[in-house]
């Protein structure tokens, strides 16, 4: 027999791929860089948002609806491994690790959806 609360507890301590992922204009080039704890479930919502025209990021929204859904990807360009510490906290870890690419892409102005900091 299942036991419920020992399996949802199992599955809120498993860690999700977490790191840094690309949504890419394949007609512009035109790129943006994030971050998640969650990659998976932040493509989702980009996408999901991205679809209602909702999406926070207004120049990616604007060039979604000019140019539609199939001249976009989303890709992950890094992942974080988990520590084998359960109480470790990885937000510091992502921020750095998303730097690293913003830096390295510079995904600003005709480049890209960041803005600069």
Known sequence: MFNKSKLKK?????????GVYQVKNLVSGKIFIGSNLNLQARINRHKFALKLNSDDIKALQEDYNKYGEENFSFEILDELKPKDDPDYNYKEDIKVLEQLWIEKLQPFDEKGY???I
């Open 10 to 18: 199992n599955y809120k301590e498993t860690l999700r791929p977490m």
């Open 114 to 116: 960041n803005k600069r």
